[in-house]
């Protein structure tokens, strides 16, 4: 079992969340090109190893997070929530 | 070479087992080969039989970096069937199938196929439709294919869950000329008939990079030393990404993911078919080996991974849908679970093409259905690499199907690897 | 002689007696035996029959690597196969029976696959059965599938029942500071050192007692230490789960514990479950597993009345059970010695062989009090007898190897090649045990992530360093968790007086012997040197290929002993052959303990909406829909489906039906960009929808297929109420935030799922206006004028019932949905309801929806499969040129834009009287075979039209198929129909009832 640091509801099972993909995708502007939008969505670098990544809290508080996970250990080096301007929120509030 | 038949079994027997020749031999790499094929799994030593037997091609090494047959080859549950519907899956896995029928004696091996039946549980009108469009399109294409309704069903696998279920069974749609296998045997009785031709499986060598000259590849570089190649064939599926990145083509439409499969201790006869069942977000599959144990599966566990080694939720998950149709599993025990990597492709399907580096080719993203499609991937892979052009029937197997937009999508769950099987 | 029960000593209560069966015979044995002690107190020596030769097996073990005594327990249902005779705590009533074997296994007409035991060796099976022997003539598969029926019922080992499992299991979940595996003196110290430093701990122990291997030790001084750590780990707080097995490690030290709460009782107390799952997080891990006993290869090993050495000692001294009156003790290392002793103690003739050919010192003087014979330099060659052993031949040590010297009668043989700490465990996490030469044993690392080995798991073998070790991984892990705890020196494992000697098997020059390594599956040391000479290498190949280590017991008994066998052929070290990966679970693990209690109707949760219960008082019968039960038909009298759902479409077509639609994904999407967000989400326009109109939009996925339809009201100026299709109202819902979340973080907007708060109910039919006009406060809101086609309505229903309303129609005819918090939803049913009934109304199921949206052509999940484009869907002018969406960019790759491409259509049957089903295939009339050019989703019965329709796609859409007849193809069910291909619109094309 994956433990996953929440930040907003602490440390819970994997099988609360599920998993995105990886995070370092970046989707291109609505009116790119076919090409630009084949990249993101089909290509993947599938990083065995340390890998940024999405998880969705979807049995908590449905929040999209930032990972970063060993796809060989599972290990987890840090988990921030996906929007920044929680994230900033969070910041401040530390 | 002794061959593998009862006259010899009976006189081994007698003689004391000293008249068996090794399966294969452990050869040392030559410094060149005309085919390299990386990865002595099912695929890669399939590939190898059918370019020395259909091909006649003899100059080959097979390169694997643990022991043939030790990744996925040995971690499946087994099921062979052909029941695919989307234009390009639909003549692969039935020529797959029907290699699958006369493996045993081209092998010279007993591949254990048995033909017991593939029978898809069916919970809704709806879903039977759904079925109906599949099994209609088997039958249109000449493969045997049947729905079943409740009372034929009962009588032929008595004791489903037809009184408690949640989803209650309506019947079933099957496909009689489907089974299970013995994994093990299929690897072996491919390396040992590729090996009879001369091919060369070279166990404990694991490639290191490739070299390339011109935009083409010359040699692959191992961990015993620089093996030159006038045609490379890549089928290494579950470390796909990591070879492409050697040769450093930029990134695949596939991901790594785990899934898991289990075993019971052994019984006597409980379950004579391949019995699955999909409803309500569920997923199994289940069938009873020769040897008395009950094989069976679920989902992937759901998020990017390369370890071979699963986690609770998914094992609780396949209990429950194991029980849910069979309850009287309930009180048979697991004796082991264990998990394999796979190549999870954006539409479920593989490929078997050609590469932007001109002689190099690429067998992967075979999800978790790669063991049935071992006898044709390796017929179509071979016929690729020995011919340079695609088979037609394989001709969506490419990497540029995403771009055309072909979609040859079983399930219709798009763009995300973790929803294929 | 076999063996007998002892007078006196154990810790067994001989005041009372329990009766059980075996064989159908009743026996009697005491609280405290175990089903295999009780056993051989009877006399009974043949328990069990080996999985492939059926050669005769006892109690090989007094543990989880029992391979001898494996039996049935129980009856009917509750038949429980392939039950570890050793790990079955006897209780009063039990039943237990011989199994694979046939009249019984005393005598087993299966034993002749012994005698061409020479034929049926490692993997014969790859190499014939394929056809006609001799020469394995013919083709297919059909003569395997001859054999494998004989083949099939040969193997297995028990019979599971094939009735359902009548009984109950549960889940459960902890957490503590430190998990503690095993009770022995590390298990039990480690605890103790950790409790004291103050955390909170977690012991557990698969035995019924705890003590570990204190339970067979004699002598009140182990005795008193046992008790006195007892005392001490529950006055120090300990948490101790008895009768439970730690069967795995996972990510983060995660673990599973299987705990057997009724398995031992007669009857258990109704409210029990028979067993329970337990996931643990604990931060850190002990695994004091302890070490389990290795046999020899030698001829016929797996006799009756042969086991290993500390078996021997258990039954002595804990059950008090001796298990022979002529016992050899053969061995390679001190531990025997003990075993030794203690059976001379109790009364049996002892001779101890040891392989060594100097003496452990102290031990030799011990057994020589005791009365033990000693022959040094000797091993045991071959045992004599049939059903149970009554001599032992014998070697000595040669020049190269062993040769045969004399026998011995006996009746017991208790063997110990060494020991192998269990380090399954920590395998479970990937770590790769190392072999220590030394110690003739895998050994994992002593520390890994957060789990530590202690005591004989980590390879210490005296007690007291065992106990040390105990103290020191407390400590560490007091450490690790911040507590203040002092650190030890720990003394170097091993710790035997006079090193093991590595036996693996034993073999004389010309003497052929069937030496068991593997005793469950009968793995010979021959198939070992088969396997070798096929080129079955490595340990993997050699497993795989000759089925070492894959029997219940998961190669506890004879995986070292396979490796070494392989290595002496190989010519290598054992390191270099490698090991085994050990798969959870550590022992086996009923299926019904990890489903816990989501069995049956309770396998997934069930969804009912909040008029379920007024649907069914009205006649209601429901059907599945993904999780939900939703209304199915509404059945009057004696009406079949199809009657019911003709009528409720005339009904609805005619006057006004209302149906239940509160299933549909309903999501409230709000803040001031929420207009963009729709406008970007949807591949039409709504930068311009006005407050007070609803919009049919479709959503594709990135990748430019369809992903869902709904409608969505604009309520404000920043607020709209979005549904989804019933299937896709979770997919949905994550899919909106995570587009928010990740990568629209600009914009302002909240999403959030209102799925459960609103009630729907759809009015349909020409009356559907009257009838809600009588039913809102305010009549007026309803006019046509008032109240358009998409228009959106915020009001109250009679009695102040807040609620809100489309005039939006899935049946064609004019048509709304009203939504009231779900609160009311049964008070929206009863005041719609009556005034529906008064204007000739009905209520409708999803199969009169069904027909209905046929009739129109409107799609569904049947449909919108996840592979069909949004022009597929024949809504292709849905699609705004002038905005770029989701999807936009994919959506015109050049497959998925061809011309040919399977359209959108409606089916009529060529003969009007004839019918067919969804599924079938559409093919031309030429070419009634192939792919075929188009399928179909959905078939009604169309009052409207007085036949048959259906639904479907086919090449190029209607228009390519004008004048042309195609045949709806269904070889699985009714053959072949000719069809026409006509516009899905077959219903009010014009829309004049929905805009009436």
């Known amino acids: 079992m994956i433990r996953i640091k929440c930040p907003f509801c602490g440390e819970r099972d994997h099988s609360e969340f599920t998993y995105g993909g990886d995070a370092s995708i970046v989707y291109p502007a609505l009116d790119a090109t076919a090409e630009e939008w084949h990249e993101a969505v089909f290509m993947r670098e599938n990083i065995r190893g340390m890998q940024t990544e999405t998880w969705h809290h979807v049995n908590g508080c449905r929040m999209w997070l930032i990972v970063q996970r060993d796809t060989m250990t599972h290990e987890i080096r840090s988990v921030r929530p996906a929007h920044e301007g929680l994230a900033g929120v969070l910041e401040d509030d530390r | 070479m002794t061959r593998y038949n009862a006259w010899n079994v009976l006189k081994n027997g007698i003689t004391g087992q000293k008249g068996w020749d090794r399966a294969w031999r452990d050869p040392q790499p030559k410094d060149s080969y005309e085919i390299v094929i990386v990865g002595a799994g099912l695929h890669g030593l399939a590939t190898a039989f059918y370019l020395a037997k259909n091909h006649g091609i003899r100059n080959i090494a097979v390169v694997e970096k643990g022991w043939l047959g030790g990744g996925n080859a040995g971690r499946n549950t087994t099921i062979v069937r052909s029941n695919y519907m989307m234009p390009g899956n639909r003549f692969f896995y039935e020529h797959s199938l029907k290699l699958w029928e006369n493996l045993s004696h081209e092998l010279n091996f007993n591949v254990m196929f048995s033909q017991r039946a593939h029978i898809s549980l069916l919970h809704s009108p709806a879903a039977r439709d759904a079925a109906a469009r599949r099994y209609n399109t088997m039958?249109?294409?000449?493969?045997?294919?049947?729905?079943?309704?409740?009372?034929?069903?009962?009588?032929?696998?008595?004791?489903?869950?037809?009184?408690?279920?949640?989803?209650?069974?309506?019947?079933?749609?099957?496909?009689?000329?489907?089974?299970?296998?013995?994994h093990d045997a299929v690897a072996w009785g491919y390396a040992r008939g590729a090996d009879q031709y001369g091919v060369d499986i070279i166990q404990n060598c694991e490639v290191t990079g490739v070299r390339r000259e011109n935009g083409r590849v010359t040699a692959v570089e191992t961990t015993r030393g620089d093996i030159g190649a006038a045609k490379v064939g890549f089928a290494v599926a579950g470390n796909t990404s990591r070879l492409w990145r050697m040769v450093e083509l930029g990134k695949l439409p596939i991901e790594t993911h785990k899934l898991q499969a289990f075993v019971s201790e052994p019984l006597k006869p409980?379950?004579?078919?391949?019995?699955?069942?999909?409803?309500?977000?569920?997923?199994?599959?289940?069938?009873?080996?020769?040897?008395?144990g009950m094989v069976f599966g679920g989902d992937l566990d759901w998020y990017k991974s390369y370890a071979q080694r699963g986690n609770l939720p998914i094992v609780q998950d396949v209990a429950e849908a194991a029980t849910s149709i069979l309850p009287c599993l309930g009180r048979v025990r697991l004796l082991r679970h264990w998990s394999g990597v796979m190549d999870m492709s954006m539409d479920g399907s593989p490929f078997i093409c050609k590469t932007p580096v001109e002689n190099l080719y690429l067998n992967a993203g075979w999800n978790y259905g790669g063991f049935k499609a071992t006898p044709a991937s390796g017929w179509y892979f071979a016929d690729l690499i020995a011919n340079d052009r695609p088979d037609p029937v394989i001709e969506n197997f490419d990497l540029g199907r995403f771009s055309r937009g072909v979609n040859i999508d079983e399930r219709g769950a798009g763009p995300d690897p973790k929803l294929h099987g | 002689m076999s063996a007998r029960r002892l007078p006196s000593g154990g810790r067994i209560d001989r005041s009372q007696v329990l009766r059980f069966t075996w064989d159908d015979r009743v026996m009697s044995g005491h609280p405290g035996d175990s089903l295999a002690s009780a056993l051989m107190a009877n006399g009974e020596q043949v328990l069990g029959r080996s999985f492939k030769y059926h050669r005769p097996r006892g109690v090989m073990?007094?543990?989880?690597?029992?391979?001898?005594?494996?039996?049935?327990?129980?009856?009917?249902?509750?038949?429980?196969?392939?039950?570890?005779?050793?790990?079955?705590?006897?209780?009063?009533?039990?039943?237990?029976?011989?199994?694979?074997?046939?009249?019984?296994?005393?005598?087993?007409?299966?034993?002749?696959?012994?005698?061409?035991?020479?034929?049926?060796?490692?993997?014969?099976?790859?190499?014939?059965?394929?056809?006609?022997?001799?020469?394995?003539?013919?083709?297919?598969?059909?003569?395997?599938?001859?054999?494998?029926?004989?083949?099939?019922?040969?193997?297995?080992?028990?019979?599971?029942?094939?009735?359902?499992?009548?009984?109950?299991?549960?889940?459960?979940?902890?957490?503590?500071?430190?998990?503690?595996?095993?009770?022995?003196?590390?298990?039990?110290?480690?605890?103790?050192?950790?409790?004291?430093?103050?955390?909170?701990?977690?012991?557990?122990?698969?035995?019924?007692e705890l003590g570990g291997s204190f339970l067979s030790q004699t002598g009140s001084e182990s005795k008193n230490r046992c008790a006195d750590m007892v005392a001490s780990l529950n006055n120090a707080g300990v948490r101790t789960m008895l009768r439970t097995t730690a069967f795995g490690l996972y990510d983060y030290g995660v673990a599973g514990l299987l705990e057997r709460v009724t398995d031992h009782l007669q009857s258990p107390d109704p409210y029990q479950p028979r067993q329970r799952f337990w996931t643990v997080r604990a931060k850190q891990t002990?695994?004091?597993?302890?070490?389990?006993?290795?046999?020899?290869?030698?001829?016929?090993?797996?006799?009756?009345?042969?086991?290993?050495?500390?078996?021997?000692?258990?039954?002595?001294?804990?059950?008090?059970?001796?298990?022979?009156?002529?016992?050899?003790?053969?061995?390679?290392?001190?531990?025997?010695?003990?075993?030794?002793?203690?059976?001379?103690?109790?009364?049996?003739?002892?001779?101890?062989?040891?392989?060594?050919?100097?003496?452990?010192?102290?031990?030799?003087?011990?057994?020589?009090?005791?009365?033990?014979?000693?022959?040094?330099?000797?091993?045991?060659?071959?045992?004599?007898?049939?059903?149970?052993?009554?001599?032992?031949?014998?070697?000595?040590?040669?020049?190269?190897?062993?040769r045969a010297r004399g026998a011995e009668s006996c009746d017991a043989v208790l063997v110990s090649g060494g020991w192998s700490p269990v380090v399954n465990l920590m395998s479970h996490r990937g770590v790769k045990p190392k072999w220590d030469a030394e110690n003739a044993c895998f050994l994992a690392p002593s520390r890994h992530e957060t789990i530590q080995m202690a005591g004989s798991a980590a390879g210490y073998w005296r007690a007291a360093d065992c106990e040390l070790s105990g103290i020191a991984a407390g400590s560490v892990a007091a450490s690790a968790l911040g507590k203040k705890a002092k650190s030890l020196v720990l003394p170097p494992i091993g710790g035997w007086d006079l090193a093991i000697k590595p036996v693996?098997?034993?073999?004389?020059?010309?003497?052929?012997?069937?030496?068991?390594?593997?005793?469950?599956?009968?793995?010979?040391?021959?198939?070992?040197?088969?396997?070798?000479?096929?080129?079955?290498?490595?340990?993997?190949?050699?497993?795989?290929?000759?089925?070492?280590?894959?029997?219940?017991?998961?190669?506890?008994?004879?995986?070292?002993?396979?490796?070494?066998?392989?290595?002496?052929?190989?010519?290598?070290?054992?390191?270099?052959?490698?090991?085994?990966?050990?798969?959870?679970?550590?022992?086996?693990?009923?299926?019904?303990?990890?489903?816990?209690?989501?069995?049956?109707?309770?396998?997934?949760?069930?969804?009912?909406?909040?008029?379920?219960?007024?649907?069914?008082?009205?006649?209601?019968?429901?059907?599945?829909?993904?999780?939900?039960?939703?209304?199915?038909?509404?059945?009057?009298?004696?009406?079949?489906?199809?009657?019911?759902?003709?009528?409720?479409?005339?009904t609805t077509r005619k006057t006004v039906g209302l149906c239940d639609v509160t299933s549909l994904g309903k999501i409230a999407v709000q803040g001031p960009d929420a207009t963009e967000f729709l406008n970007r989400i949807y591949t039409n326009p709504f930068a311009k929808l006005?407050?007070?109109?609803?919009?049919?939009?479709?959503?594709?996925?990135?990748?430019?297929?369809?992903?869902?339809?709904?409608?969505?009201?604009?309520?404000?100026?920043?607020?709209?109420?979005?549904?989804?299709?019933?299937?896709?109202?979770?997919?949905?819902?994550?899919?909106?935030?995570?587009?928010?979340?990740?990568?629209?973080?600009?914009?302002?907007?909240?999403?959030?799922?209102?799925?459960?708060?609103?009630?729907?109910?759809?009015?349909?039919?020409?009356?559907?206006?009257?009838?809600?006009?009588?039913?809102?406060?305010?009549?007026?809101?309803?006019?046509?004028?008032?109240?358009?086609?998409?228009?959106?309505?915020?009001?109250?229903?009679?009695?102040?019932?807040?609620?809100?309303?489309?005039?939006?129609?899935?049946?064609?005819?004019?048509?709304?949905?009203?939504y009231v918090p779900s609160d009311y939803a049964v008070a929206m049913m009863d005041l719609l309801w009556p005034q529906a009934e008064q204007s000739g109304g009905c209520l409708y199921g999803l199969e009169a929806l069904g027909a209905m949206r046929i009739e129109k052509g409107h799609v569904t999940g049947a449909e919108l499969d996840g592979r069909v484009t949004i022009e597929d869907a024949?809504?292709?002018?849905?699609?705004?040129?002038?905005?770029?969406?989701?999807?936009?960019?994919?959506?015109?790759?050049?497959?998925?834009?061809?011309?040919?491409?399977?359209?959108?259509?409606?089916?009529?049957?060529?003969d009007r009287s004839q019918t067919f089903n969804a599924g079938a295939i559409l093919c031309s009339v030429e070419q009634v075979s192939g792919l075929g050019e188009g399928w179909i989703t959905g078939v009604t019965h169309s009052p409207v039209m007085g036949h048959w329709i259906g639904i479907g796609f086919i090449s190029g859409g209607h228009e390519a198929w004008a004048e042309r007849t195609a045949i709806a193809a269904d070889p699985v069910r009714k053959g072949n129909t000719e069809v026409e291909i006509v516009s899905p619109h077959m219903y009010d094309p014009s829309g004049e009832k929905m805009y009436g």
């Not at chain 2, 294919?145 to 279920?165: G, S």
């Not at chain 3, 797996?302 to 059950?319: F, H, L, S, T």
Request: one cysteine or more; hydrophobic letters at 40%.
């Open chain 3, 690 to 818: 006005p407050i007070g109109k609803a919009r049919y939009g479709i959503m594709l996925r990135d990748d430019g297929f369809v992903m869902d339809d709904g409608t969505t009201w604009r309520l404000s100026e920043t607020e709209y109420f979005m549904t989804t299709t019933t299937a896709h109202a979770g997919k949905v819902m994550v899919w909106l935030e995570e587009l928010l979340q990740t990568r629209w973080q600009d914009l302002k907007v909240h999403v959030t799922s209102v799925s459960e708060q609103w009630a729907g109910c759809a009015v349909a039919g020409p009356e559907s206006r009257k009838v809600l006009a009588t039913c809102v406060e305010d009549a007026s809101v309803m006019d046509n004028d008032a109240f358009p086609f998409m228009g959106v309505v915020e009001t109250k229903l009679k009695g102040g019932i807040p609620c809100r309303i489309a005039r939006i129609s899935f049946s064609g005819e004019l048509a709304y949905e009203t």
């Open chain 3, 286 to 402: 002990i695994l004091a597993s302890g070490a389990l006993e290795r046999h020899i290869a030698f001829g016929n090993n797996d006799r009756p009345g042969v086991m290993n050495a500390a078996a021997g000692r258990a039954y002595v001294n804990r059950y008090g059970v001796l298990p022979g009156e002529r016992v050899i003790v053969a061995t390679n290392n001190d531990s025997a010695y003990h075993s030794a002793i203690d059976l001379a103690s109790a009364g049996a003739e002892v001779t101890l062989l040891d392989a060594r050919s100097t003496l452990p010192g102290e031990l030799s003087e011990r057994i020589g009090e005791a009365g033990v014979s000693l022959r040094t330099n000797t091993v045991p060659l071959k045992t004599k007898g049939r059903l149970s052993v009554n001599g032992l031949e014998l070697a000595v040590i040669s020049v190269n190897g062993w």
């Open chain 2, 270 to 292: 409980l379950l004579d078919q391949v019995v699955v069942f999909g409803v309500g977000g569920a997923h199994f599959y289940i069938s009873q080996s020769d040897k008395g």
């Open chain 3, 504 to 650: 693996y098997e034993v073999k004389v020059p010309g003497k052929k012997l069937k030496c068991l390594v593997d005793p469950q599956h009968d793995v010979t040391a021959e198939d070992i040197r088969l396997a070798h000479r096929e080129g079955f290498v490595s340990a993997e190949h050699l497993k795989r290929y000759t089925t070492l280590g894959m029997a219940t017991d998961g190669g506890k008994m004879g995986n070292v002993i396979g490796l070494a066998l392989m290595a002496e052929a190989l010519g290598r070290e054992i390191p270099e052959v490698g090991t085994t990966t050990f798969r959870p679970p550590y022992t086996p693990v009923s299926i019904g303990a990890l489903r816990g209690r989501s069995v049956d109707e309770h396998f997934r949760p069930l969804r009912r909406t909040p008029m379920h219960d007024w649907n069914l008082s009205n006649g209601a019968t429901m059907t599945m829909a993904g999780l939900w039960h939703r209304p199915w038909y509404f059945a009057r009298q004696s009406e079949t489906i199809s009657e019911a759902y003709v009528r409720e479409t005339e």
């Open chain 2, 139 to 182: 039958r249109l294409t000449d493969t045997g294919a049947e729905l079943w309704d409740l009372e034929t069903l009962k009588r032929e696998v008595p004791h489903l869950n037809y009184d408690n279920a949640r989803f209650p069974i309506i019947g079933a749609a099957v496909q009689s000329r489907a089974g299970s296998a013995r």
């Open chain 3, 61 to 208: 073990s007094a543990g989880v690597e029992e391979s001898g005594a494996m039996v049935t327990v129980g009856e009917g249902a509750r038949r429980d196969p392939n039950v570890k005779a050793p790990m079955q705590e006897l209780f009063n009533g039990l039943t237990a029976t011989g199994q694979n074997a046939w009249p019984n296994v005393r005598f087993d007409f299966g034993e002749v696959n012994d005698m061409l035991g020479r034929f049926l060796v490692a993997g014969f099976y790859y190499k014939t059965f394929m056809g006609i022997p001799p020469f394995e003539w013919g083709k297919g598969t059909g003569a395997w599938m001859w054999y494998e029926k004989f083949i099939r019922k040969a193997a297995g080992m028990g019979s599971a029942s094939r009735e359902a499992d009548p009984d109950q299991y549960e889940q459960g979940h902890d957490f503590c500071d430190l998990l503690v595996v095993g009770s022995g003196p590390a298990g039990m110290s480690s605890a103790l050192a950790a409790a004291e430093a103050g955390l909170d701990v977690m012991l557990v122990e698969q035995d019924w």
């Open chain 3, 874 to 910: 024949g809504l292709g002018k849905m699609a705004s040129p002038k905005k770029s969406f989701i999807g936009s960019a994919l959506r015109n790759r050049p497959d998925m834009t061809r011309e040919d491409r399977p359209k959108l259509v409606g089916i009529f049957p060529k």
